[in-house]
């Protein structure tokens, strides 16, 4: 069922604790030939799916949480350790793509995750991702070198969102 939102009207969206029971709309969301095209991503068989939220649930050190908009879950929002940098990743139902949800699930969770810098990697061709990132204060730091073991060979851009600088805001 597509959830229809007047352009005006902004859903409300939460973040909760993943429940088990989110996980089969999980796995649907990375199945859409069209999302996994702009986060340049493999999507996974239902157990290689299954071992990987295993091993994401089990880790203690990551932040994760679905995204509730209107009372539907919308996608989920997750930061974890790469390479020794603090990352985040999130994805969002393409049927409710351009509502806005995405940077209101940022946003709220960055009041979460306190860890900064923090990164995220976007696909090149990926503008809707990139401009939510921005609005959320991220800035563009490199084109990632590295490729993820899922892309399809197209290397992201990495971006970052800074510590506050203890200059701003008039203190000296």
Known sequence: MQSEYPRAMKPEVLLREIEPGDLPLFFEHQRDPVAVALVV????????FDQHWAGILADDSSLKRTIVADGQIAGHIASFGR??????G????????GRGIATAAVSAFLCLEQTRPLYAGVAPHNVGSMRV????????CKRAIDQEPE????SHLLLSLAAPDANEGGIS
């Open 133 to 140: 990132l921005q609005k959320c204060g991220f800035t563009l």
């Open 90 to 97: 999130y994805w969002i139902d393409r049927t409710l793509w």
């Open 83 to 88: 390479d020794g940098q603090r990352e985040i």
């Open 151 to 154: 892309a399809a060979g197209e």
């Open 41 to 48: 991503f493999r999507s996974r068989e239902r157990d290689e």
